[in-house]
């Protein structure tokens, strides 16, 4: 079975710009969910869709959006892109059990010059 | 979701057994113990899970106290490709509650 993908692997843009990242589920799971790794703040939580709907949300301003399709597949969008915001974005999935487990993808590697 | 401490590093020799702390002292009756690692670049590795009961799978054996307040990972045999952050979590079983709270896990360096 096919893991988790995530497109592109890296990406360069300039403050100001907006961004689209994409992640395929592993197939069968319905929960997608999406973090930021930085150095200085670790893995933190942005948000999690779950058929369609954004299920779970994170501390992030609104400049950070997403969306999930209904073959599961989702993108996340940063608008009006800061320095700060160079980042590894990790989508997990995972099946709707009790207790499951989340599958990590490899990551898209931002850089805001 | 409950809150976890881990050492900031360790090391171990490789072929020997690698024995990861994680104190969970504030933990409630419907939460589990989720270990992940990440090696360096790479999205996080799920490893194993419990809930109150030991569990143990190919990769690792999850040992957790009687009173749930704290957890060792056990990986036998240690290896290089094991070097990587180590990070135990603690998350409420109900659904939807995916969000997983990552803390600053524990650097674990294999030693040849």
């Known amino acids: 079975k096919a893991g988790v993908t995530q497109t592109p692997r890296y990406l360069i843009k300039t403050r100001g710009q907006q961004v689209t990242l994409s992640c395929s589920p592993i197939?069968?799971?319905?929960?997608v969910s999406w973090y930021q790794q930085t150095p200085g703040q670790g893995l933190q939580f942005l948000f999690e869709?779950?058929?369609?709907?954004?299920?779970n949300k994170g501390n992030f301003p609104g400049r950070f959006s997403g969306r999930q399709f209904s073959n599961s597949r989702s993108e996340m969008n940063v608008s009006t892109l800061e320095l700060g915001d160079s980042a590894l974005y990790l989508c997990?999935?995972?099946?709707?059990?009790?207790?499951?487990?989340?599958?990590f993808g490899p990551g898209t590697r931002l850089t805001v010059l | 979701d409950a809150k976890t401490t881990q050492p900031p590093s360790m090391d171990c020799a490789e072929g020997r057994a690698a024995n990861l702390p994680c104190n969970h002292s504030t933990i409630s009756g419907n939460e589990y113990v989720y270990w992940y690692r990440q090696i360096h670049s790479q999205g996080p590795q799920y490893i194993i899970h419990g809930l109150k009961n030991n569990e143990t799978n190919e990769m690792a054996s999850l040992i957790i106290t009687e009173d749930r307040k704290s957890s060792t990972l056990i990986l036998p045999h240690a290896t290089l490709r094991d070097t990587a952050v180590y990070y135990c979590i603690v998350r409420a079983a109900n659904f939807g509650n995916e969000k997983l709270t990552f803390g600053t896990g524990t650097r674990l360096t294999i030693i040849p």
């Open positions: 869709y779950f058929s369609e709907t954004q299920r």
């Open positions: 197939s069968g799971h319905r929960s």
């Open positions: 997990a999935s995972s099946l709707i059990t009790q207790g499951n487990e989340q599958f």
